[in-house]
């Protein structure tokens, strides 16, 4: 089986066969073996069990709100393996498995950094469980590592096969980073005008961020890492800040309105004159759907694309050949 996981900063994107999607926060916690209080109630993210041939089987959380990984090279990324793992269980996946998966731009173009991805990853077998569901026992046949923006283009051109015959601009705003490239049509196909590509240090995470500060400074309460995540996702924006209800919601459009100047600007510096001839200027990523309603001055054509969030990970099917369903 063949299966696509865009392992974000911020999110796992996973696509595979028959349409099947799941995603989750980029979170792992390494869990005893059998515990945890989840009888309770519905846990947060998923369980999954990991046994490894000769070792001892180990039990890790993943997707709960909270901290992220954040070293810069993802075949450092502490838990990546079981991440990739996690998201073949849950997508059905059994016996011999091709993985794809995405690096930004910035690094990808690095060759080194695709093969440590590669290596790390290639030849791992292991029986995984996801929430308790049957063991399928994994063996990763082969990684193919390719680069993030041009999935999502792929996905894009695919929905709509006109954006072959003008020259389109591409921005993915993830969690941590906004990769961009601009695809233009040259004598032998279409292709990526190379001045014009590349990653910033961009992205939903910092909304977060900046929004934390702000409530921990106005609150003098050190609000902690995922929160304001949590109470956006799960509780409508609204946040008990020793006792006293906040409403985060507000502050975290404006810190949006933020990034989506700095987004502009990084975007202006780097397409330059080419950004005004362009014929569609297409966001991905969950960046770019949150985005995308602050950047009309950037281009009239600015909008988000079917699928933002999961356009990546489709595209990356779509690359490798494989029949994807939107
Ligand atoms: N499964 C999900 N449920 C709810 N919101 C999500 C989900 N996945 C992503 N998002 C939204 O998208 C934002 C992150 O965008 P995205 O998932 O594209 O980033 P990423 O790919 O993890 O980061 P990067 O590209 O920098 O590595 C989050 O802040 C959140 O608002
Ligand atoms: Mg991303």
């Known amino acids: 089986m063949v299966v696509a996981v ?3 900063y911020g999110y796992v994107k996973a696509a595979g066969a028959e349409g099947r999607r799941v995603s989750w926060p980029t979170t792992l916690r390494r869990r005893a073996p059998g515990g945890g209080y989840a009888a309770l109630g519905q846990a947060a993210g998923r369980r999954v069990r990991v046994q490894r041939p000769g070792a001892e089987p180990a039990e890790y959380q993943a997707g709960e709100a909270g901290r992220r990984a954040w070293a810069a090279d993802a075949a450092d990324r502490a838990g990546y393996d079981v991440q990739v793992l ?10 011999d498995t091709d ?26 077998e ?18 193919r590592v390719l680069p993030q ?27 941590r980073t906004t990769d961009y490239l601009v ?11 190379e001045a014009s590509c590349g990653s910033a240090d961009l992205g939903a995470g910092q909304v977060y961020e900046r929004v934390r500060a702000a409530l921990s400074e106005e609150a ?24 006293r209800e906040v409403d985060a919601g507000a502050q975290v459009e404006d810190a949006t309105r933020t990034l989506a100047a700095e987004v502009t600007e990084e975007i202006r510096r780097a397409w330059g004159d080419r950004l005004p001839l362009l014929g569609a200027v297409l966001l991905s990523g969950g960046g ?37 369903q939107g």
């Open 6 to 8: 865009d392992v974000g």
């Open 86 to 95: 996690a998201a073949a269980a849950a997508l059905g996946a059994a016996g």
């Open 99 to 124: 993985v794809l998966l995405g690096l930004p731009l910035a690094l990808w173009v690095q060759q080194p950094q695709r093969r440590a991805l590669r290596d790390a990853l290639e030849g791992i």
């Open 126 to 143: 292991a029986t995984v469980a996801v929430n308790g569901g049957p063991e399928a026992r994994i063996s990763i046949r082969s990684v």
């Open 149 to 175: 923006g041009a999935g999502a283009f792929q996905w894009a051109l695919r929905q709509d096969p006109s954006l072959a015959r003008r020259p389109v601009g591409l921005i993915d705003v993830g969690y």
């Open 183 to 193: 695809m233009r049509r040259v004598a032998t196909g279409l292709a990526p005008d």
């Open 220 to 243: 003098a309460v050190l609000v902690p890492e995922g929160a304001v995540e949590d109470a956006i996702g799960n509780y409508g924006g609204q946040m008990f800040l020793r006792g």
């Open 288 to 324: 770019g759907e949150a985005v995308a309603p602050f950047l009309r001055d950037l281009h009239p054509l600015a909008r988000p694309m079917p699928d933002a969030l999961w356009a990546n990970a489709l595209g990356f099917l779509a690359m490798a050949g494989a029949t994807v």
